[in-house]
């Protein structure tokens, strides 16, 4: 069976990602189950740090079907596993820069569940347009190309 990899198609689109950074994510074990089997979204999730401590909020992984009562809660805050050092550095860049934390991805990595943290700035209109633009471009020039 293939891993799901659960991607944040809007982040690259909305967002210039200037570092990636790898992170644990705690889940109970009906959680971990829905995001083996493809059920989670993060399109709309955001990370926030609060007390040295990094959590995704937003990111909604759907019941596990099988999971009764030991089922979680959809939308609940989840923690991200980062050293304390790269907590140091986000808030900074967070804080000072005015940057913004977007998960970008999740995937199993060796049985354990991780999260893709992009460190963003976010795209004006106009810087969107020229995203569109160079998109349609490269896909004309693959129909012309075949």
């Not at 893709?116 to 106009?126: F, N, P, S």
Request: aromatic letters at 10%; hydrophobic letters at 35%.
């Amino acid at each position: 069976m293939k891993m799901a990899e659960i991607k944040n198609k809007k982040a690259y689109f909305n967002y210039f990602v200037q570092e990636e950074y790898e992170a644990g994510l705690v889940l109970s074990g009906t959680e971990i189950k829905s995001i083996r089997k493809g059920s989670a979204d993060i399109k709309d999730s955001y990370i926030r740090i609060k007390n040295n401590e990094a959590f995704i909020i937003n990111m909604y992984i759907a019941k596990y079907e099988v999971g009764e009562f030991y089922n979680h809660d959809e939308y609940r805050e989840r923690k991200l596993l980062f050293h304390r050092k790269e907590i140091k550095k986000l808030k900074e860049k967070v804080s000072i820069e005015g940057l913004t934390l977007i998960p970008l991805k999740i995937y199993i990595k060796k049985g354990y569940a991780k999260v893709l943290v992009g460190v963003c700035k976010g795209k004006k209109v106009y810087d969107k347009r020229a995203s569109i633009r160079d998109k349609d471009a490269k896909r004309i020039d693959r129909q012309i190309n075949i």
